[in-house]
């Protein structure tokens, strides 16, 4: 059945309004319907037998309805019947001398419809559909209405509305104390520290951490990555990091953390386990995920702010040099109109003229900027640092993984320039500024070098972090891949 047909499956009673489209389609019958409904008696048992075979088609259940038939569906079995409908009629005006007759057209519609009721069997099949569907829909009503389908599509009469909401709540929670046992393997010890923590107000400040821990960056620059990392920092010693759960998707952290941060912080102490731990458990992991994607975009405004930075200061020099140049050129003016000097002696001082700008001669407008981002070498230390703490997943081929252990090594030693017999991993664009005479300046630019690699790398997601929506492993299955699973899982047991 496609979707729109599923519209009013559980209704009691005819809808307020029906299309013509709809009319035809649920109650018009196919050939072998047709013989078997002319084979009553009489052109009302008849009509009435084609109503019940219809309403069934329709709502998956069999009309008790007292309430008056649409009048266009009595003119369309009318005419599909070639009989002349009541004009106006309700389901008990068929039956009333014979109350009889309405169980006898139950029955005989679901046995044309190959309709039964369901069985213990099929019960504990629509009970295992549940489960897994419970998994990925995390609505009640949803829910609810898959499990019509289920049993609709498997030819059984539906079942009472509350017998599938009793059916759907214990399907909920038989998921639910599943998260909580993989959710309390996953942090046994700091989970009862949870909501202490999360209600403990942050050093120095009036806020708690769980209203910290919601509240935007303060800045782009580099305190509002500090404290988007500080958060991260928190958040892995509450075990979030730890608080991987394969079988919840997305929809599913966000389910259950709504209900968490739709409270008050103080009624968070009141809620009762599983559910206070499977909430907290999912917004904490939830808040781990969506703050470290939102630290990697400020690194990524950081780096771009920096080499902006770099830019200007580079062309303020570029300005400076052309004032120079025009020096220059007065300088060789003045050469050029000397008539007293010997050709050896204005070679000398042509040479003497040119060499302060030897260095700029094969110079680019990128080198430059380049060499002003190394000049920033203790800020960018500072910001690699806070970077590195995100806890990036790096192959080891990479160029990055050198980069760092090579600027580990030369933290390690204390040591305030590049070494001389440093390999660089970043190419030819970068080795006339790393192999520069001054060391110090070296550094510098290796830093610079090792902060742009960075910004590619996460941009084209070379480099992951397990504890992100959006710079996981590519082999590892994302939490919208998981949902996009587990919904498209629509098995059921076959009926008995």
């Not at 196919?30 to 002319?38: H, N, T, Y």
């Not at 005419?79 to 008990?92: F, K, N």
């Not at 030819?155 to 214990?170: F, M, N």
Request: glycine content about 4%; overall charge positive; some cysteine.
């Amino acid at each position: 059945m496609s979707r729109w047909e599923h519209r009013y499956l559980g209704d009691d009673r005819f809808p307020a309004i029906l299309s013509a489209l709809e009319i035809e389609h649920f109650f018009t019958l196919d050939q072998g319907e047709l013989a078997s409904v002319r084979e009553r008696r009489g052109p009302l048992n008849r009509l009435a037998l084609a109503l019940h075979m219809g309403f069934l088609k329709m709502t998956g259940r069999t009309l008790n309805s007292v309430e008056l038939i649409p009048p266009a569906i009595l003119d369309h079995l009318g005419r599909h019947l070639d009989c002349v409908p009541p004009r106006i009629a309700s389901v008990r005006a068929f039956y009333r001398r014979r109350r009889r007759t309405l169980f006898e057209h139950h029955e005989a519609a679901l046995r044309l419809l190959g309709r039964t009721v369901p069985s213990p069997h099929a019960e504990r099949g629509l009970v295992a559909y549940l489960r897994r569907e419970a998994a990925a829909v995390f609505d009640q009503a949803e829910l609810m209405s898959r499990a019509r389908i289920w049993l609709v599509e498997h030819h059984y009469l539906l079942l009472r509305e509350r017998d599938i909401r009793r059916q759907v709540i214990a399907a909920r929670r038989h998921h639910e104390q599943a998260l909580f046992k993989t959710i309390a393997a996953a942090a046994p010890a700091e989970r009862e520290t949870w909501v202490s923590r999360l209600l403990a107000p942050v050093e120095g400040g009036r806020v708690s951490h769980f209203e910290w821990l919601g509240a935007v960056p303060s800045s782009k620059g580099a305190k509002g990555l500090e404290e988007q990392i500080e958060k991260v920092g928190f958040l892995k010693e509450l075990a979030a990091n730890r608080l991987v759960l394969p079988d919840l998707p997305l929809a599913g952290l966000e389910h259950f953390a709504r209900r968490l941060m739709s409270r008050k912080p103080t009624a968070l102490a009141r809620i009762k386990d599983p559910h206070r731990t499977i909430e907290v458990a999912c917004f904490l992991r939830l808040t781990l995920l969506r703050v470290t994607d939102a630290s990697l975009t400020l690194l990524d405004h950081r780096i771009a702010a920096l080499w902006r930075g770099a830019r200007e200061r580079a062309e303020e020099a570029r300005t400076s040099r052309l004032r120079r140049f025009r020096q220059l050129l007065d300088d060789l003016a003045g050469l050029a109109g000397d008539e007293t000097l010997e050709v050896a002696e204005l070679r000398s001082r042509l040479r003497g003229l040119i060499a302060p700008f030897e260095p700029e001669r094969e110079a680019t407008q990128v080198a430059a900027i380049r060499r002003e981002l190394g000049r920033n070498s203790a800020q960018l230390a500072r910001l690699l640092k806070t970077a590195r703490a995100a806890e990036f997943v790096i192959p080891a081929d990479h160029r990055l993984a050198v980069a760092f252990a090579t600027l580990d090594a030369v933290a390690a030693s204390s040591a305030t320039a590049l070494p001389d017999d440093v390999s660089q991993p970043f190419g030819p664009s970068w080795q006339g500024l790393i192999d520069q005479p001054d060391r110090v300046a070296a550094l510098g630019c290796f830093r610079a070098a090792t902060v742009m690699a960075l910004k590619r790398a996460v941009r084209n997601r070379s480099v992951s972090v397990d504890h992100s929506l959006d710079q996981r492993q590519p082999s590892c299955p994302t939490p919208t891949a998981i949902l996009a699973a587990v919904s498209s899982r629509r098995s059921g047991v076959a009926r008995p």
